[in-house]
């Protein structure tokens, strides 16, 4: 079962940081969302290889050469914060 | 009707082709009918004013025969990236989102000539049942404005419905196409996994998300799903096979019975717990027609494909989530939080503030069944499950060409009853998620009614037989009619 602090210490790893009440509702939600999930144990899988993608062909990668599809300006374009040619961040060092 | 916006895709299709009518009439029609509609149900997030203009263009051209959709106004779901045209998924991380590219599925419409009208409303990042986790408000039923539309395509179902459209695509990753279809009284088709390329598609759960149309007729939709539908290199997961061309409408509309056609009843989907008896009872009436026009049913069983499939579900679905949705940062696009002080302050206050509370939710749990020490309980379990579920599916339709199963438990529901309450939301889903853990495609028909509100049934078909779903469903489309419920 999910505590206030498993749910605190999921909401590190994921970068949030919901409020104390809204912690204490996740874990109760969560709680019974994971308590449900427990009807998987009754399938016996021990012969069942995962299923991971539905897709039946190979997947073959595209060959690795670079190419320029987007212009700088373009990918820049939605970002909160640039300098017309980098993305701009809280200083870091 | 007589109103223009009143036809179906194809009537418009042909009337814009032999110059019977303008590009530009039928687009103000419609944007006369969103103007008329758009108060009551909230089914677009955006509308966009180069449409009249862009038929214009049309009309100074003339019909194009060699452009399936030449002038036929559509709308798209907000998950669907559109060159110019804000895209928000729904959420307000993606508030001020204008994508510089178009979705693959949306340049498959324009080269086919279609006029995109607007962006629909949706569940934030497609994660809801009812498109009450919309960042920017619930759309309505147009069927009835108290209920909910169904999600998480509930702005594309409404809209069609509304026929403030021909067409809308929609994204079903657990029921998102084939849900809100039957909510509203729509037709909804989610093709076979890898049928449409996802280049372009705001990604929610990468093995499970499929785009697909929303339509007023069977007809339209295998119009529709025809235009989309394509190998895409930039899609791994695209399958590489050659699209269906015209021929697929010509097929669909010279079905007239369903003589020798096996239609499976899955024996389990029936019994299940939570069925509403008067959609237990339209669901029957539309077996009988079936029968009653040729088609011979069996009793198929699908073992895994109702509880253990929704908790299947939203192990895999929360998990890709929680990955997926990694890249909401605040740095390279997206809501950046002005109260960040350092760089993991942006991350995480961006985050929070950016994302809804079902979008949390889903990113946590998702984090959870990934984590070391629960891996093996739950994402690895989930996805030994989902193999039986699709060795469940391929076993049955074996004994039959296609499936005909409910699509919801319950016809729509009030706005706001069980927002509160995560996990019943989750098991409405019963009847739908299986399907997208398997990869097959699904056809969402309107069959009946339970009281003031439509009900849907799904015919489910193996993989890429998307055409034989489509003959059956408007074979019986064909007999059923219309609804005959109101709309505003």
């Not at chain 1, 427990?38 to 012969?47: G, I, N, P």
């Not at chain 2, 077996?287 to 026009?293: E, V």
Request: aromatic content about 6%.
């Amino acid at each position: 079962m999910l505590t206030p602090e498993d749910m605190a210490h999921l909401s590190r790893l994921s970068r949030l940081a919901p409020d104390a009440v809204t912690l204490e509702r996740f874990s109760a939600q969560c709680g019974d969302i994971l308590k449900y999930m427990d009807v998987l144990a009754e399938v016996d899988t021990s012969d069942v290889e995962p299923l991971y993608s539905p897709a039946q062909h190979v997947q073959t990668p595209r060959a690795d050469e670079p190419e320029r599809r987007r212009s700088r300006a373009e990918v820049l374009a939605n970002a909160p914060e640039t300098d017309g040619q980098f993305f701009i961040v809280p200083r870091i060092v | 009707m007589s109103e223009l916006y009143a036809a179906s895709l194809v009537d418009i299709r042909d009337r814009l082709a032999s110059g019977q009518v303008r590009a530009e009439e039928v687009t103000r029609a419609c944007l006369d009918r969103i103007e008329a509609t758009e108060p009551a149900i909230h089914a677009l997030l955006a509308v966009r004013p180069e449409a009249l203009d862009e038929a214009r263009a049309l009309d100074a051209q003339g019909p194009d025969p060699s452009k399936p959709l030449w002038g036929v106004p559509v709308t798209v779901k907000d998950a669907l990236a559109t060159a110019g045209t804000r895209t928000t998924a729904g959420s307000r991380i993606l508030e001020n989102f204008v994508p510089f590219y178009d979705a693959f599925a949306v340049e498959k419409l324009r080269a086919a000539g279609a006029i995109i009208l607007g962006k629909n409303n949706m569940d934030e990042f497609a994660m809801g049942s009812s498109t009450e986790n919309s960042a920017y408000g619930p759309t309505h039923n147009p069927r009835d404005i108290q209920a909910i539309p169904g999600g998480s395509s509930g702005g594309s179902a409404a809209s069609v419905t509304a026929m403030q459209c021909f067409a809308s695509l929609g994204t079903d990753t657990g029921g998102s196409i084939r849900q809100p279809a039957a909510m509203c009284g729509c037709v909804g088709l989610k093709p076979t996994y890898g049928a449409v390329s996802r280049y372009g598609l705001l990604a929610y759960g990468s093995s499970l998300d499929q785009i697909g149309p929303l339509t007023r007729t069977v007809e339209d939709a295998a119009l529709v799903f025809s235009v989309i539908a394509g190998h895409d290199p930039r899609d791994a997961t695209s399958a590489p096979r050659t699209a269906p061309g015209p021929e697929l409408l010509a097929g669909v509309q010279q079905s007239r019975h369903l003589a020798g056609m096996t239609i499976g009843i899955p024996e389990e989907f029936m019994a299940a717990e939570g069925l509403d008896p008067a959609v237990a009872e339209a669901c029957a009436r539309a077996q009988n027609l079936a029968r009653g026009l040729g088609a011979k049913l069996v009793s198929v069983s699908l073992p895994h494909a109702t509880r253990h499939a929704i908790a299947a579900y939203y192990i895999v679905a929360m998990a890709e989530a929680s990955s997926n949705l990694a890249r909401y940062d605040g740095v390279r696009f997206g809501y950046r939080s002005d109260k960040a002080k350092n760089l993991e302050e942006l991350y995480t206050f961006s985050r929070t503030e950016g994302f809804g509370h079902e979008v949390q939710r889903r990113i946590l749990l998702g984090a959870y069944v990934l984590s070391a020490g629960y891996y093996d309980a739950y994402y690895r379990k989930a996805a030994e499950v989902r193999r039986l579920i699709r060795q469940d599916y391929l076993k049955a339709l074996e004994q039959c060409d296609a499936m005909l199963a409910p699509v919801s438990p319950v016809p729509a529901w009030k706005l706001g009853s069980i927002i509160d309450d995560p996990l019943k939301m989750y098991l409405m889903d019963i009847y739908t998620v299986s399907l997208n853990l398997a990869g097959l495609p699904g056809l969402s028909l309107p069959v009946g009614r339970a009281g003031s509100l439509p009900v849907g049934m799904q015919i489910i078909g193996r993989e890429f037989d998307e055409a034989t779903i489509l003959k059956i469903g408007h074979v019986m489309q064909t007999v059923l009619g219309d609804l005959e419920l109101p709309c505003i």
